[in-house]
Protein backbone atom coordinates (compact mmCIF):
# COMPACT_ATOMS: atom_id res chain seq x y z
CA UNK A 1 0.00 0.00 0.00
CA UNK A 2 1.38 3.48 -0.74
CA UNK A 3 1.61 5.95 1.41
CA UNK A 4 -0.79 8.24 0.63
CA UNK A 5 -3.45 5.08 0.51
CA UNK A 6 -2.66 4.42 3.66
CA UNK A 7 -3.43 7.47 5.33
CA UNK A 8 -6.89 7.61 3.16
CA UNK A 9 -7.61 4.61 4.58
CA UNK A 10 -6.75 5.68 8.70
CA UNK A 11 -8.35 9.16 7.89
CA UNK A 12 -12.12 6.82 6.88
CA UNK A 13 -11.19 4.36 10.05
CA UNK A 14 -10.82 8.02 12.36
CA UNK A 15 -14.61 9.27 10.80
CA UNK A 16 -16.43 6.42 10.83
CA UNK A 17 -15.44 5.94 14.40
CA UNK A 18 -15.96 9.51 15.37
CA UNK A 19 -19.71 9.31 13.69
CA UNK A 20 -21.69 7.80 16.21
CA UNK A 21 -20.87 9.28 18.75
CA UNK A 22 -21.70 12.62 16.74
CA UNK A 23 -24.92 11.19 16.26
CA UNK A 24 -25.13 10.32 19.90
CA UNK A 25 -24.70 13.95 20.66
CA UNK A 26 -26.82 14.78 18.56
CA UNK A 27 -29.80 12.88 20.12
CA UNK A 28 -29.20 14.36 23.68
CA UNK A 29 -31.72 16.93 24.99
CA UNK A 30 -29.74 20.24 25.28
CA UNK A 31 -28.68 20.94 28.74
CA UNK A 32 -30.33 23.70 30.83
CA UNK A 33 -28.28 26.57 31.26
CA UNK A 34 -26.67 27.20 34.46
CA UNK A 35 -28.50 29.61 36.45
CA UNK A 36 -25.71 31.22 38.23
CA UNK A 37 -24.26 32.33 34.80
CA UNK A 38 -27.74 34.11 34.27
CA UNK A 39 -27.19 38.03 33.92
CA UNK A 40 -28.04 39.29 37.25
CA UNK A 41 -31.55 41.63 37.00
CA UNK A 42 -31.17 45.52 36.81
CA UNK A 43 -31.67 47.56 39.75
CA UNK A 44 -32.16 51.43 40.39
CA UNK A 45 -32.89 53.60 42.82
CA UNK A 46 -36.43 55.82 43.37
CA UNK A 47 -37.16 58.43 45.55
CA UNK A 48 -40.67 59.75 46.38
CA UNK A 49 -42.93 62.99 46.99
CA UNK A 50 -45.55 63.80 48.73
CA UNK A 51 -48.85 65.47 46.35
CA UNK A 52 -51.38 65.57 48.95
CA UNK A 53 -52.98 64.61 51.67
CA UNK A 54 -56.08 61.55 50.97
CA UNK A 55 -59.64 61.74 52.61
CA UNK A 56 -59.28 61.11 56.78
CA UNK A 57 -58.50 57.27 57.21
CA UNK A 58 -56.47 55.03 55.94
CA UNK A 59 -55.64 55.04 52.24
CA UNK A 60 -54.59 51.41 51.19
CA UNK A 61 -55.38 50.82 47.39
CA UNK A 62 -55.55 53.22 44.08
CA UNK A 63 -56.95 53.08 40.53
CA UNK A 64 -56.20 55.79 37.77
CA UNK A 65 -59.31 56.69 35.63
CA UNK A 66 -59.92 59.65 33.07
CA UNK A 67 -61.73 61.00 36.22
CA UNK A 68 -59.03 61.11 38.77
CA UNK A 69 -57.17 59.16 41.29
CA UNK A 70 -59.41 56.40 42.73
CA UNK A 71 -58.66 56.04 46.85
CA UNK A 72 -60.32 52.53 48.46
CA UNK A 73 -60.57 53.09 52.49
CA UNK A 74 -58.89 50.57 54.71
CA UNK A 75 -60.50 50.00 58.31
CA UNK A 76 -59.28 48.04 61.11
CA UNK A 77 -62.49 45.91 62.36
CA UNK A 78 -62.67 43.11 64.61
CA UNK A 79 -59.54 41.21 65.35
CA UNK A 80 -57.62 43.70 63.45
CA UNK A 81 -58.89 46.38 65.56
CA UNK A 82 -57.72 44.45 68.77
CA UNK A 83 -54.43 43.74 67.13
CA UNK A 84 -53.58 47.55 65.92
CA UNK A 85 -55.14 48.46 69.33
CA UNK A 86 -57.62 50.89 67.30
CA UNK A 87 -61.22 51.75 67.93
CA UNK A 88 -63.30 48.88 66.23
CA UNK A 89 -65.65 51.64 63.37
CA UNK A 90 -69.48 51.42 63.93
CA UNK A 91 -69.57 51.44 59.96
CA UNK A 92 -68.07 48.53 58.50
CA UNK A 93 -68.38 50.02 55.14
CA UNK A 94 -65.55 51.23 53.12
CA UNK A 95 -65.10 53.96 51.05
CA UNK A 96 -63.86 54.43 47.42
CA UNK A 97 -62.80 57.93 47.16
CA UNK A 98 -62.37 59.99 43.75
CA UNK A 99 -60.48 62.86 43.90
CA UNK A 100 -58.85 65.02 41.45
CA UNK A 101 -55.12 65.50 41.03
CA UNK A 102 -55.04 68.26 43.68
CA UNK A 103 -56.53 65.79 45.98
CA UNK A 104 -60.21 67.59 46.27
CA UNK A 105 -62.73 64.63 46.88
CA UNK A 106 -64.82 64.78 43.80
CA UNK A 107 -67.05 61.12 44.52
CA UNK A 108 -67.42 58.77 47.37
CA UNK A 109 -68.70 55.28 47.08
CA UNK A 110 -69.86 53.06 50.29
CA UNK A 111 -69.01 49.57 49.80
CA UNK A 112 -68.79 45.92 51.69
CA UNK A 113 -65.41 45.63 51.22
CA UNK A 114 -63.64 44.58 54.45
CA UNK A 115 -60.11 45.62 55.09
CA UNK A 116 -59.23 46.53 51.66
CA UNK A 117 -55.40 45.63 50.25
CA UNK A 118 -56.52 46.44 46.40
CA UNK A 119 -58.43 48.24 44.06
CA UNK A 120 -59.04 48.19 40.26
CA UNK A 121 -61.77 50.50 38.38
CA UNK A 122 -62.87 49.14 34.74
CA UNK A 123 -65.67 47.44 32.90
CA UNK A 124 -68.18 49.88 34.73
CA UNK A 125 -67.23 48.75 38.39
CA UNK A 126 -65.11 49.28 41.16
CA UNK A 127 -63.22 45.91 42.31
CA UNK A 128 -62.21 45.79 46.12
CA UNK A 129 -59.76 43.50 46.87
CA UNK A 130 -60.22 42.32 50.34
CA UNK A 131 -57.94 41.15 53.22
CA UNK A 132 -59.76 40.34 56.29
CA UNK A 133 -60.73 36.51 57.45
CA UNK A 134 -63.15 34.42 55.39
CA UNK A 135 -65.80 34.55 54.47
CA UNK A 136 -65.30 38.19 53.76
CA UNK A 137 -62.00 38.01 51.96
CA UNK A 138 -61.80 37.88 48.26
CA UNK A 139 -63.00 40.78 45.77
CA UNK A 140 -66.06 42.69 45.93
CA UNK A 141 -67.47 43.87 43.03
CA UNK A 142 -69.63 47.20 43.48
CA UNK A 143 -71.12 49.63 40.92
CA UNK A 144 -70.90 53.45 41.06
CA UNK A 145 -73.78 54.11 42.80
CA UNK A 146 -72.27 51.80 46.03
CA UNK A 147 -74.43 48.20 44.92
CA UNK A 148 -73.00 45.51 45.74
CA UNK A 149 -73.16 43.46 42.24
CA UNK A 150 -70.95 40.05 43.82
CA UNK A 151 -68.37 39.02 45.92
CA UNK A 152 -66.06 36.37 44.96
CA UNK A 153 -63.15 34.54 45.94
CA UNK A 154 -59.45 34.16 44.63
CA UNK A 155 -59.94 31.38 42.01
CA UNK A 156 -57.83 28.13 42.60
CA UNK A 157 -58.38 27.57 45.97
CA UNK A 158 -61.25 26.45 48.10
CA UNK A 159 -64.55 28.20 47.13
CA UNK A 160 -65.45 29.63 50.90
CA UNK A 161 -61.89 30.97 51.17
CA UNK A 162 -59.59 32.14 48.30
CA UNK A 163 -57.26 34.44 50.67
CA UNK A 164 -56.73 37.62 50.87
CA UNK A 165 -55.99 40.14 47.70
CA UNK A 166 -53.04 42.61 48.18
CA UNK A 167 -53.62 44.20 44.69
CA UNK A 168 -55.70 44.64 42.44
CA UNK A 169 -55.47 46.35 38.25
CA UNK A 170 -57.51 46.80 35.19
CA UNK A 171 -56.72 46.21 31.90
CA UNK A 172 -58.29 45.53 28.56
CA UNK A 173 -61.01 44.15 30.04
CA UNK A 174 -59.14 41.82 32.28
CA UNK A 175 -58.58 42.00 35.95
CA UNK A 176 -55.43 40.98 37.25
CA UNK A 177 -55.14 40.16 41.15
CA UNK A 178 -52.27 39.82 43.90
CA UNK A 179 -52.91 36.73 45.49
CA UNK A 180 -51.66 36.31 49.42
CA UNK A 181 -52.52 32.83 49.13
CA UNK A 182 -50.57 31.77 45.90
CA UNK A 183 -48.20 34.42 45.97
CA UNK A 184 -48.64 35.54 42.58
CA UNK A 185 -49.86 37.56 40.16
CA UNK A 186 -52.81 36.57 38.62
CA UNK A 187 -55.11 37.45 34.66
CA UNK A 188 -58.71 37.07 35.62
CA UNK A 189 -61.54 37.02 33.05
CA UNK A 190 -64.22 38.92 34.70
CA UNK A 191 -66.91 37.00 33.43
CA UNK A 192 -66.30 33.61 33.65
CA UNK A 193 -64.01 34.01 36.79
CA UNK A 194 -61.94 31.70 35.56
CA UNK A 195 -57.99 32.28 35.69
CA UNK A 196 -56.19 32.83 32.50
CA UNK A 197 -52.15 33.54 33.57
CA UNK A 198 -50.09 33.44 36.59
CA UNK A 199 -46.79 35.27 37.39
CA UNK A 200 -45.35 33.69 40.53
CA UNK A 201 -43.65 36.46 42.46
CA UNK A 202 -39.67 36.11 43.32
CA UNK A 203 -38.80 35.35 46.75
CA UNK A 204 -36.36 38.37 46.17
CA UNK A 205 -38.75 40.30 48.37
CA UNK A 206 -40.11 39.58 51.96
CA UNK A 207 -43.50 41.01 51.38
CA UNK A 208 -45.94 42.30 48.07
CA UNK A 209 -48.57 45.04 48.46
CA UNK A 210 -50.57 46.68 45.03
CA UNK A 211 -49.68 46.21 41.19
CA UNK A 212 -49.41 48.41 38.59
CA UNK A 213 -49.72 48.57 34.79
CA UNK A 214 -47.12 49.85 32.68
CA UNK A 215 -46.90 49.41 29.12
CA UNK A 216 -46.77 45.12 28.85
CA UNK A 217 -45.27 44.77 32.32
CA UNK A 218 -46.69 44.80 35.83
CA UNK A 219 -44.93 46.65 38.84
CA UNK A 220 -45.29 45.24 42.11
CA UNK A 221 -44.28 47.12 45.52
CA UNK A 222 -41.98 45.30 47.61
CA UNK A 223 -40.79 45.18 51.42
CA UNK A 224 -39.27 43.27 54.40
CA UNK A 225 -40.28 41.82 57.40
CA UNK A 226 -39.48 45.21 59.40
CA UNK A 227 -40.73 46.11 62.76
CA UNK A 228 -40.70 50.22 62.14
CA UNK A 229 -39.81 52.69 59.79
CA UNK A 230 -36.66 53.15 59.86
CA UNK A 231 -35.92 49.15 59.66
CA UNK A 232 -37.91 49.13 56.64
CA UNK A 233 -36.75 48.61 52.74
CA UNK A 234 -39.55 49.60 50.56
CA UNK A 235 -39.16 48.62 46.97
CA UNK A 236 -40.38 47.74 43.46
CA UNK A 237 -40.37 44.64 41.34
CA UNK A 238 -40.94 44.91 37.58
CA UNK A 239 -42.53 41.83 35.95
CA UNK A 240 -42.82 40.81 32.09
CA UNK A 241 -46.59 40.54 31.61
CA UNK A 242 -46.10 38.01 28.99
CA UNK A 243 -43.08 36.05 30.12
CA UNK A 244 -44.25 36.62 33.52
CA UNK A 245 -39.99 36.92 33.80
CA UNK A 246 -38.47 39.18 36.86
CA UNK A 247 -36.83 42.24 34.74
CA UNK A 248 -35.89 44.68 36.95
CA UNK A 249 -35.34 45.67 41.20
CA UNK A 250 -35.61 49.10 42.43
CA UNK A 251 -35.34 50.06 45.81
CA UNK A 252 -36.08 53.40 47.61
CA UNK A 253 -33.72 55.68 49.25
CA UNK A 254 -34.08 55.47 53.26
CA UNK A 255 -36.80 57.86 54.17
CA UNK A 256 -39.21 57.31 51.62
CA UNK A 257 -42.99 57.27 52.37
CA UNK A 258 -44.13 53.80 52.64
CA UNK A 259 -45.91 52.11 49.80
CA UNK A 260 -49.17 50.62 49.68
CA UNK A 261 -51.67 51.16 46.68
CA UNK A 262 -50.13 52.11 43.41
CA UNK A 263 -51.46 52.99 40.14
CA UNK A 264 -49.75 54.70 36.67
CA UNK A 265 -50.80 58.13 35.63
CA UNK A 266 -48.89 60.37 33.36
CA UNK A 267 -46.05 57.77 33.16
CA UNK A 268 -45.55 58.43 36.61
CA UNK A 269 -45.70 55.62 39.29
CA UNK A 270 -48.47 57.08 42.42
CA UNK A 271 -48.31 55.28 45.90
CA UNK A 272 -50.01 55.99 48.93
CA UNK A 273 -49.16 55.53 52.32
CA UNK A 274 -51.70 53.94 54.89
CA UNK A 275 -50.41 55.01 57.96
CA UNK A 276 -50.92 51.55 59.65
CA UNK A 277 -47.91 49.00 58.37
CA UNK A 278 -47.62 45.08 60.14
CA UNK A 279 -45.59 44.98 62.81
CA UNK A 280 -44.54 48.71 63.09
CA UNK A 281 -46.60 51.07 65.85
CA UNK A 282 -48.98 52.58 64.51
CA UNK A 283 -48.38 55.98 61.81
CA UNK A 284 -44.91 55.90 62.44
CA UNK A 285 -44.32 56.22 59.01
CA UNK A 286 -43.73 60.79 59.05
CA UNK A 287 -46.39 60.52 55.35
CA UNK A 288 -48.67 58.53 57.35
CA UNK A 289 -51.93 59.27 54.84
CA UNK A 290 -50.39 60.78 51.89
CA UNK A 291 -50.70 59.91 48.42
CA UNK A 292 -47.26 60.17 46.66
CA UNK A 293 -45.32 59.81 43.47
CA UNK A 294 -42.43 57.83 43.12
CA UNK A 295 -39.53 58.75 41.42
CA UNK A 296 -36.51 57.18 39.51
CA UNK A 297 -33.16 58.08 39.99
Known amino acids: MEKRDFLK ?19 QPAKEPNPGTRP ?10 VLFKAPPGLPNALAVTPEGLWIGEQKMSGALARQYNVTAPTDLREA ?7 GKLLKTVMTQSRNTSGMAVGGGYIWMGAEFAAPYDGIYQTDFDGKLIA ?35 MRIDPASWTTEFMIPLSPEADR ?5 WDDGAIWAVTGNNSKSFAEATPGLHRYDA ?18 HGLAMHD ?7 AGI ?3 WPNHDSPTAGAVFQIDFI
Not at 9 to 27: D, F, K, N, V
Not at 40 to 49: C, H, I, Q
Request: overall charge positive.
Open 208 to 212: YHAIA
Open 151 to 185: QRQVPLGPPEDGGGVHGALWHDDKLWLLSNRLRAI
Open 96 to 102: AWLVDWN
Open 9 to 27: AGLGLAIGAALPATRAAAQ
Open 267 to 273: GKLISCD
Open 277 to 279: HPG
Open 40 to 49: PVPRRMAKTK
Open 242 to 259: TSGKLVEIVSFVPGSSDP
